[in-house]
């Protein structure tokens, strides 16, 4: 158990409709970062936040967005759903902001499209 | 469920034997590198980790080599057990004002014969 957190587990879903996935960081942890894993893509970093601001942008689509939270939660919100969004999504945290350290990976959220 | 591309290099080998998982990453600015273990359905589990100033780093089982003269990672498990099949991701993360950006390699399918 990392002590990354994600709900939910599973979220299946229909196109053009709008999800919320949330992540609760390890305690202590100040950023947190979403990937998107598909079949064909791999693990795509989409956007990383720092104690409450967006500090790094990846590979994120605008019908994508995220926001951290004063408690540090995370939330990554996906709308106009597509059937291309089915993926695993993650969130990870870490300590800091600009030193390399380890990132800790949550379970996961599975998003199915239909 | 199936948690990563299908179309993955696959390493097979015999329980026992040593495994080498190689990795090739892109940026040369790149200080830190990662080796992530993710079993089917579950997140990526840190494995071993290396930095730049380093071209070796043993853990429990487990080394990692860095050739940064070539851009090369390799990951070698020792002993190679049932348990050690897994997808195996190389990561090369490296820092900036902007934050911590971390690329994934493709990964490599670890099958482990009994």
């Known amino acids: 158990d990392s002590g990354v957190t994600q709900t939910p587990k599973h979220l299946i879903t229909a196109t053009g409709q709008r999800v919320t996935l949330r992540c609760s960081p390890r305690?202590?942890?100040?950023?947190v970062y979403w990937y998107q894993q598909s079949l064909d893509q791999g693990l795509q970093f989409l956007i990383q936040y720092y104690n409450g601001e967006e500090r790094a942008k990846g590979n994120i689509l605008e019908r994508f967005s995220a926001q951290q939270f004063p408690d540090l939660h995370s939330e990554l919100n996906l709308s106009s759903l597509e059937l291309g969004d089915s993926a695993l999504y993650f969130c990870a945290s870490s300590v800091d902001r600009t030193s390399v350290d380890e990132q800790f990976f949550g379970p996961g959220t599975r998003l199915t499209v239909l | 469920g199936e948690s990563v591309g299908l179309h993955l290099p696959t390493l097979s080998v015999q329980e026992g034997d040593n495994s080498i998982i190689n990795c090739a990453y892109s940026?040369?600015?790149?200080?830190?590198f990662i080796w992530y273990k993710q079993e089917s359905g579950k997140g990526p589990q840190f494995i071993i980790d290396?930095?730049?100033?380093?071209d070796k780093r043993q853990g429990q089982r487990v080394t990692v080599l860095l050739n940064k003269t070539v851009k090369h990672l390799s990951l070698q498990i020792a002993a190679t057990q049932p348990g050690d099949s897994a997808v195996y991701f190389c990561a090369e993360e490296y820092s900036n004002n902007a934050g911590n950006m971390l690329t994934f390699g493709g990964g490599t399918r670890l099958m482990v014969k009994p």
């Open positions: 290396i930095r730049s100033n380093m």
């Open positions: 305690s202590g942890d100040l950023s």
């Open positions: 940026n040369s600015a790149s200080d830190y």
